[in-house]
């Protein structure tokens, strides 16, 4: 058996023979419920298989006609390529033809075949007015071209020419493609003794095999494909564009409902909050209005939620917004998905769109930079390359590791890295540290954050050679990897050098003293390499200069820089050779005991405990040296 991967859907008013015509092409009653059976009228979807002429086997969807049962109806339609719009000859195009058509368009249906049921009921002359009522009430609707077939399911005349028009229609429609995340709404849910947890939908993209393990969304439960159903038959895979049946090992039934997701692992999370582009339909006798409490169905999810107008104080019928839906349940959806919106009472369709995002946080109405990266959003959703590109320009300052963006853009992690090489070989995607990713304009202005923040810090420490990368870090407000990816590159392309010690400097940059202040400067080195390592305070250096102590420091800070002492603690500074001496008698002290004599140590730096105690602590700081117990050592490298 031959499967066609597309879906046809039926739509219509109630009592239009909907079922009737399905079971007539099929042999099948999809009237599973009994009922359904008893009272003649389709609640809940059903479900048959078709044979085209061509021998290949396509899946029918037969949906609910009555308003009550909306909800199921669109829960059906989620997955259809095709759809058979039914309009009875003895009562013609009735309010819920009408809706569901407008559905149909709202859930991006484009191709279908209207069958003009019961003609065999009818005179002819009612017939042809029948025919004249459904194509004036088509007009301006993606089924104002599509055949018309005449048809009567109980004497099977014009079956065999609706056959025919199916074939040919299920022809022109473009299959959905096996690959990508595997993803599939729940349309029904059941357990059967000997096998367990059984799962049905149509998979609206990827593949799945028996053995792959699948999740259950909102609830995360994860389980193994013990089998597989397509089209009533056992299989080893089915794909986007059948109705498909999953027997999930490990998964309670209670965990799973309808509306839920059933998806490759890691790639999809449950929502509250989707930006989308709603078009309110034409006919609405009232605007859209900020606020609006509302049903919103996307896949087989119908959750309660409130609508929030982004670019717009309201929307007029037949105009479209920019919008945020808040959900009071959470959804898995995913950017480009259909979506159709009811007002939660009455029960009224109001319009319906496109998912452009699933929001992190609540959007701010009317902000440019809301509505410049829904915008973008909205422009990318049929290239995963430039979906790629957009959720890293979301990001903005925000790196983004491969397997943050695979989940965003909803590609396999393998296909999303080709993804991002692409872009950074056409400059618009940067690396920012090990395996993370940033837009290259949003790299562009952290890498200006990093110099602004340089620029104004040596503005306001003029004598200053280096400055601390902490102060910086917190000056430029930059993630701590972005930052220390950024000092990285910045000094491989030589615009500054890191020092030792968590510092960085200006390549190139010098910083010249007064002549008053370079004399003090000389002194102070002088009169610290004189003392080695029994130097004077702060306070006693500014005494001897005839200076205030904050004077002095500016000073203290420019020689440090320069590499001619060595800050110790704010109040003692050594001379660099002192300094590297008492390091380097510190490292054989260690080497001859097996760890540091401390009295020996103090002999031999001529120095006293008061200086001895601050300068082993600096080494413990640098690394040099580690507590072990009662003693010192030196740390391993």
Known sequence: M????????????????????????????????????????????????????????????????????????????????????????????????????????????????????????????????????????????????????????????????????????????????????????VQRVFSKPGFGTIVTGIPVRGAAAVGDTLEVLPAGARGKVRGLNAYLQRTERIRSGHSAAINLADVERELVRRGDVVATPGYFAPQRMLAARLTALPGLERPIADRLAIRFHTGTADPPGELVLLDAAEIAPGAAALVQVRLAEPVVAAPGDRFVLRLASPVVTLGGGTILEESRFRLKRRKDFVLTTLGRREESLDSPLRRAESALAARGPEPATLEALAKEVKEPAAEVAGLVAELAAAGRAQAAGAGRWMHAEAYAAARDRLHAALSEWFAAHPHRLVADTLVLRQASALEPGLFAALLEAEEARGALERRPGGLVQLRGREAALAPEAAARAAAIAGRLARARLQPPSLAEIASELGAAPEEVVPLLEHLADRGELVRITADLHLAAPAYEAARAEVIANCERHGHLEIPELRDRLQTTRKFLIPLLEHFDLRGLTVRQGAHRVLRRR
């Open 2 to 185: 031959e499967i066609l991967p597309i879906v046809i859907g039926t739509a219509g008013h109630i009592d239009h023979g909907k079922s009737t015509l399905v079971r007539a092409l099929t042999g099948i009653d999809p009237d599973r419920l009994k009922e359904e059976q008893e009272r003649g009228m389709t609640i809940d979807l059903g479900f048959a298989p078709l044979a085209l002429p061509d021998g290949r086997v396509v899946g029918i969807v037969d949906v609910p006609g009555h308003e009550r049962f909306v909800r199921n109806m669109v829960a059906g339609a989620s997955g259809i390529d095709l759809v058979v719009l039914a309009v009875a000859a003895d009562d013609g195009v009735m309010p819920q033809t009408r809706e569901h058509v407008q559905i149909m368009q709202l859930l991006g249906v484009r191709r279908g075949i209207v069958a003009l049921t019961k003609i065999d009921v009818v005179e002819e002359e009612l017939v042809e007015l029948a025919v004249e009522d459904v194509r004036h009430a088509l007009r301006g609707t993606f089924l104002e071209d599509a055949p018309l077939q005449r048809v009567s399911a109980v004497t099977g005349e014009g079956l065999e020419d609706l056959r025919r028009a199916l074939a040919a229609a299920a022809a022109a429609v473009e299959p959905r493609s096996a690959t990508g995340i595997f993803r599939m709404p």
